[in-house]
């Protein structure tokens, strides 16, 4: 007989399924049944205090990558919450290759880090045709080649085909073998990798970066091309002509005038205005300052009325100011430009 038809038994005679006694008004039940809990029970709440921003894993986007440690990198699109990582990486120029619109968190890291925002618009290489057009590559990689721009960082949707892309054609100018350039992009590609893509990687011409750098007047009014001893007349003396220039010689770097930098502690720190003038220039405007200075003291001396002189003096001051305020604009939205930092030959 089984258990069940045994408890069955039992339970039915009144008797005790150890087989004493039976207590009068007792009926024994399957002693494998779990008790039932009460009706209308709430069930308890846990609440967790949010994690302080000093212990929160810092999360880098999908797809990160450094193509250049400490001068390129390359990624996903930055989500959320991935921002507090980026803060961490001190970028001074972003580079997006889509028409994506970012988030407010996005566009909020990179104005408070005054990070210059480029977009290249790059058409993906899908159904296994190549639809990226030569010059818009070639207008990103004159971007990435450029020294005056790192810390740099490239991004697309994924960060792995129209990214690779852009990186692939680079290794090239960098003479990497072709082996390495496309097993680079198959491992970020993956498992994704597109022949459309493969295509356009093993046809680029890297020479087609300096003729299009040479077309569109990319090569002039340039002062540390004008000083380089040789000629630059090919992609190879191009790419070491914007990679070893001194960072003074930087267009835009010129900008961090009335810069500022940042502690660790997070206070404030000003840094000396840099004026961005030669120094033949920055020596006529101190000897012109120093004549206006001796003709107001005589005119205080003798007593006559110095609110013309005055007013001369502060319009030249505005005027310089207005002039610097321009160029830090036209850096950043707004004057918290990061130190300028010296960054090694990514060609070496």
Not at 46 to 58: D, G
Not at 184 to 194: I, L, N, V
Request: glycine share 6%; hydrophobic share 35%; net charge negative.
């Amino acid at each position: 007989m089984s258990v069940q038809s045994r408890i069955a038994m039992v339970e039915e005679k009144g008797e005790s399924p150890t087989g004493d006694v039976p207590t009068e008004g007792v009926t024994y039940r399957s002693m494998s049944l779990p008790p039932s809990p009460p009706s209308g029970a709430a069930t308890p709440t846990l609440r967790i205090a949010q994690c302080p921003l000093r212990l929160r894993p810092l999360i880098p986007p999908p797809n990160y990558g450094a193509v250049k440690q400490g001068a390129i990198l390359r990624s996903a699109f930055p989500q959320d919450r991935n921002v507090e990582f980026l803060k961490g990486l001190q970028v001074k120029t972003v580079l997006c290759l889509v028409a994506t619109e970012p988030s407010e968190a996005y566009n909020r890291w990179t104005y408070l880090g005054s990070c210059k925002r480029l977009r290249i618009d790059i058409a993906a290489n899908k159904e296994g045709k190549v639809k990226t057009t030569w010059d818009s590559l070639c207008e990103a990689l004159l971007i990435v080649m450029d020294c005056a721009n790192y810390p740099l960082y490239i991004h697309c949707n994924q960060g792995r085909h129209r990214t690779g892309c852009v990186v692939a054609c680079f290794r090239k100018i960098q003479r990497w073998s072709m082996d390495d350039i496309l097993a680079e992009y198959r491992a970020y590609a993956y498992p994704k990798a597109r022949e459309g893509d493969i295509e356009l990687i093993r046809g680029f011409d890297p020479e087609a970066v300096y003729d299009y750098a040479k077309l569109h007047g990319f090569l002039d009014d340039r002062p540390f091309m004008r000083r380089m001893d040789s000629t630059i007349g090919n992609i190879d003396a191009l790419a070491e002509a914007l990679s070893s220039r001194d960072v003074d010689d930087c267009g835009d770097m010129s900008a961090v005038s009335n810069a500022s930098t940042r502690s660790d502690d997070g206070l404030t720190m000003s840094k000396p205005a840099l004026d961005p003038r030669s120094e033949s220039e920055n020596v006529a405007v101190k000897l012109a300052a120093e004549n206006t200075s001796a003709a107001r003291t005589s005119v205080v001396e003798v007593g006559e009325d110095i609110d013309g002189a005055s007013a001369a003096l502060d319009e030249t001051v505005v005027r310089d100011n207005a002039d610097s305020t321009t160029t830090v604009v036209e850096l950043a939205e707004d004057a918290m430009t990061p130190p300028a930092v010296a960054v090694s030959n990514p060609f070496a």
